[in-house]
């Protein structure tokens, strides 16, 4: 398993932005397809979106479509999601997941995840 360690959350205004950052351990990062996640209070972890080894990403959800972006570095082995034009119901504990698979990170079931990050967006 890949050790994941997100950052980046905290309490931002409405329309404002945060980055969020999950640090993997893996040697081989650059291999491992990432996504990203989120659970709000009350409901199920649900997809945001998702990067290949490559670069290509997976659709977004349509929540966030034009307002998040997903990035890596394979480099510094981190996958970055950026978050903009933030809404109240964009609050969540928002968690990485890695897997060899593209398909089992988008679908949900990848091998690794990180503990979370909380995003708290006030109206």
């Known amino acids: 398993q890949v050790q994941l360690v997100e950052s980046g959350g905290g309490l931002v205004q409405a329309g404002g932005s945060l980055r969020l950052s999950c640090a993997a351990s893996?040697?081989?990062?650059?291999?491992?397809?990432m996504g990203w996640f989120r659970q709000a209070p009350g409901k199920e972890r649900v997809f945001v979106a998702a990067?290949?080894?490559?670069?290509?990403?997976?659709p977004y959800a349509e929540s966030v479509k034009g307002r998040f972006t997903i990035s890596r570095d394979n480099a510094k082995k981190t996958v970055v999601l950026q978050m903009s034009n933030l809404k109240p119901e964009d609050t969540a504990v928002y968690y990485c997941?890695?897997?060899?698979?593209?398909?089992?990170?988008?679908?949900?079931?990848?091998?690794?995840w990180g503990q979370g990050t909380q995003v708290t967006v006030s109206s």
């Open positions: 997941a890695a897997d060899t698979l593209f398909g089992r990170v988008v679908a949900g079931t990848g091998g690794s």
């Open positions: 893996e040697r081989t990062f650059s291999t491992y397809a």
């Open positions: 990067i290949n080894w490559t670069g290509r990403t997976s």
